[in-house]
Structures are given as structure tokens and as C-alpha cells.
């Protein structure tokens, strides 16, 4: 799988990628704790970060769209340079003495706003350095596990930044990060060459129009479900048991579960269609949820997260896949965006829902319940119009061994 990045082009894209999409892995909680600091208020720096992640969720289409049309060089560095703003502007007032609480909220809608769509971007460049089949989902699979693997080390490094300087720092970093990274990426020649469509989009090409792509997208709200209950149901069990120390771990058990399913279904020289794919992951990953609601252990716990976690990457980077061939490629930036979207809008859903049956019933009911509702959703997979649009897997040649 590794053999993909040693493609012409790849690492000279993928690398600068990698550290510009860090910024949201560590934009969160640097703004979170610098709000935190400056009106001494979790509730405040609580609505600033909720605020923040409804403007990026909301936005992510049209940015997409912007992507697709203007091309990456072009709407990435403007992007980027709108969020790094924000974040320098964040933290100024930050350190500054009697700012009204509305400017947090104000520069945390602008950040989210301007989140540049780098995953989808690598993405659309992934698949103009493969051909479609094996080369692709490997390359997919690789993305997919290193920004897992992001949302792991990056919430680390940032609280060792703050830890160390300020929350303001932080914010400093984190700017850093998105422009440095999206400036790096998009100077890229296989970056560059994507330059859009000038024109837009056409009305008929856009994704929510093409049969069976919205079914998809409710298949993965499903999924998204599962991922935000148990972000929350791992804490919860952990202080059920009188071990808050311990939820860091339930929540690296998840998230390693995760990437190693991303790694190994790269691996795997998979046979089925993909819509089959979609359908047994997403089935899997419920059964797993509603599995780990009976498990009261904190060992058997972490094990039952794990196995949960085994789905998730394999499910988004089928999703990826989906919109690679569901769509023309005039909206492929789009698409794979609108994959990203659904499963973050079932997340937001089910953490704003877990809450509250988790108070009344614990988070073992809050996982059976989630979990019967993505056995459900799995039952809406477009079978029939995945299987006429299945693309020929091609088990090719790398280009590097023509060298």
C-alpha cells in the first residue's frame, strides 16, 4: 500500500497536506481552551467551538464547489488565508483586555467558514496520480489512516504547546499549520494542474443530483452516529467506573481500531462490489456498536471499541470511492466533501442526543440504540444503481516500477 506514495507528484502534495489538515485536528481545542482562558467561561468557549464546527459543516459544500470550479491553487490559498486571519485575529483579542464575548463567536464563525477542504482536494489529486481499482483504494486507504492518525497526535501536540506558552500560541501554531501546509500543497505540480472548470459545475453533474448518491450519504449518517456516541460513551464508561484517567485510552482504542482498518482494507485484494462493500461495513460497524452496549468491563470495552473503530475508515474511504465514480469529475472535490458532511452531520446529531440518554439510561443504552438506528440506515445502500455504475477493478502496475 505504502508503494503509492512513491508515485510522481505524491509525497511533494501529500506531506503539505498532512500538516495543513493538522489545523483541524488541533483548531478545536486551541480555540476551545484560548476562549476558555480569556473569559475564564467554558460555556462561552463551549458555544465559541459548537459555533465554529456548525459554520465549517454548513460551508463545506460550497467550498467544495468553489474548489471544483476555481481550481485548487486559486480557492485553497484564499481559504487558507481567511482561516490563519481568523486565528491570528482570535488570538490577539485573546491576550486583549475587555473584548465583548460576541467577537469569539464572530472570528469562530469566520473560521469555520473558511476551513479550506484539503482532504477532498488530496483526494481529487489521489485520484488523477491512480487508476481506478486496487492503485486507488490504496492510495484512499493510506489517506484515510494518516488523518485518523492526525486526529490522534494533533489534539496531543497542541495541549503540549499550550501547556508550554499559551492558549494564544496555540492559535499562532494552528494558523501556522492550515497556510504553511495549503501554500506547500497547492505549489505542488499535480496540485496545480488541477485547475477547475471555470464555468462551474452543471446543474446535472452535481452530486446530490445523481442516482443513489443521497441514499449514500443517509447510509453514512449512520456511521457518522456510531463515531459521535461513542466519543461520548467512552468518557461516560470511563467515569461510570471511576476511572476518568482512563477515557484518553477508550478513545485511542477507537481511533487505532479505526486506522488499522484503513490500513488493512488497502491491503485486501476485495472482490465484492462496492455496494455490497458500503453495506457489509456500515452493517458491521452497527452490529459492533450495538455488541460493545452489552460489554460492562473496561477492558472488554476498549476491545468493543476497537472492533467498532475496525469499520470506520473503510466505510469513508468506500464513500470516497462512491463519489469518485457516482460523479462527474467536474464535482468529484464536491462530492467527496458531501461524504465528509453527512458523516459529521450524524455525528453532531447523535453527540447532541447522547448526552441527554446517556444522563437517563447510560452510555451502554445510548450504544444499542445508535447502533440499531445504523443497522437500519445500512438498509438504504443503492445496490442496484452502484452495481451498474461499478467501475472494472484494475490491478495495476504502480508507476514508479516503470522506472
Known amino acids: 500500500?505504502?508503494?503509492?506514495?512513491l508515485l510522481p507528484g505524491a509525497l511533494r502534495a501529500f506531506l503539505p497536506a498532512l500538516i495543513g489538515r493538522?489545523?483541524?485536528?488541533?483548531?478545536?481545542?486551541?480555540l476551545l481552551l484560548a476562549v476558555q482562558d480569556s473569559t475564564g467561561s467554558y460555556t462561552k468557549a463551549g458555544f465559541a467551538t459548537a459555533t465554529f464546527g456548525i459554520a465549517n459543516v454548513i460551508a463545506a459544500p460550497w467550498r467544495a464547489r468553489a474548489v471544483d470550479r476555481f481550481?485548487?491553487?486559486?480557492?485553497?490559498?484564499?481559504m487558507a488565508s481567511g482561516q490563519a486571519s481568523g486565528f491570528v485575529a482570535l488570538a490577539l483579542i485573546a491576550?486583549?483586555?475587555?473584548?465583548?464575548?460576541?467577537?469569539?463567536?464572530v472570528l469562530s464563525v469566520a473560521i469555520g467558514l473558511t476551513s479550506p477542504p484539503l482532504g477532498a482536494a488530496m483526494r481529487m489529486i489521489w485520484a488523477s496520480l491512480t487508476?481506478?481499482?486496487d492503485q486507488r483504494t490504496k492510495a484512499f486507504s493510506i489517506d484515510a489512516v494518516c488523518e485518523e492518525l492526525l486526529f490522534v497526535i494533533g489534539p496531543v501536540v497542541i495541549s503540549a504547546v499550550i501547556v508550554a506558552s499559551s492558549p494564544s500560541t496555540g492559535l499562532w501554531v494552528t494558523a501556522a499549520a492550515v497556510s504553511l501546509g495549503t501554500a506547500a500543497m497547492t505549489s505542488s505540480a499535480s496540485s496545480g494542474v488541477l485547475r477547475g472548470t471555470g464555468g462551474g459545475v452543471a446543474r446535472g453533474d452535481r452530486p446530490l443530483r445523481q442516482p443513489g448518491f443521497a441514499r449514500v450519504l443517509i447510509v453514512l449518517l449512520g456511521v457518522g452516529g456510531v463515531l459521535g456516541v461513542a466519543e461520548i460513551a467512552a468518557p461516560a464508561a470511563a467515569s461510570h467506573h471511576d476511572a476518568v484517567a482512563a477515557s484518553g485510552w477508550l478513545l485511542a482504542a477507537f481511533a487505532g481500531g479505526s486506522a488499522l482498518g484503513g490500513f488493512l482494507y488497502g491491503q485486501l485484494n476485495l472482490k465484492g462490489g462496492i455496494g455490497k462493500r458500503l453495506f457489509v461495513l456500515c452493517l458491521g460497524m452497527g452490529l459492533g456498536a450495538v455488541l460493545v452496549s452489552q460489554l460492562d468491563t473496561l477492558g472488554a470495552f476498549a476491545a468493543g471499541l476497537a472492533l467498532v473503530g475496525l469499520f470506520l475508515a473503510p466505510s469513508l474511504i468506500t464513500g470516497y470511492l462512491i463519489a469518485d465514480t457516482i460523479?462527474?469529475?467536474?464535482?468529484?472535490?464536491?462530492?467527496s466533501t458531501w461524504i465528509n458532511t453527512s458523516?459529521?452531520?450524524?455525528?453532531?446529531?447523535a453527540s447532541a442526543a447522547a448526552g441527554a440518554v446517556i444522563d437517563s439510561s447510560g452510555p451502554w443504552f445510548a450504544l444499542l440504540l445508535v447502533g440499531a438506528i445504523a443497522l437500519v440506515l445500512a438498509s438504504a445502500v443503492p445496490f442496484t444503481r452502484l452495481r451498474k455504475i461499478e467501475p472494472p477493478v484494475v490491478h495495476a502496475v504502480d508507476h514508479c516500477e516503470h522506472s
Do not use: H, I, Y
Not at 98 to 104: E, G, L, Q, S, T
Not at 327 to 335: F, I, K, L, M, P
Not at 343 to 349: E, R
Open 327 to 335: 460523479v462527474a469529475e467536474s464535482g468529484r472535490t464536491e462530492a
Open 22 to 30: 493538522s489545523a483541524l485536528a488541533m483548531g478545536s481545542l486551541a
Open 71 to 78: 481550481g485548487q491553487r486559486t480557492a485553497l490559498t484564499t
Open 343 to 349: 458523516v459529521n452531520l450524524g455525528a453532531s446529531l
Open 95 to 105: 491576550q486583549a483586555e475587555k473584548v465583548a464575548d460576541v467577537w469569539f463567536l
Open 1 to 5: 500500500m505504502l508503494a503509492v506514495l
Open 131 to 133: 487508476t481506478a481499482g
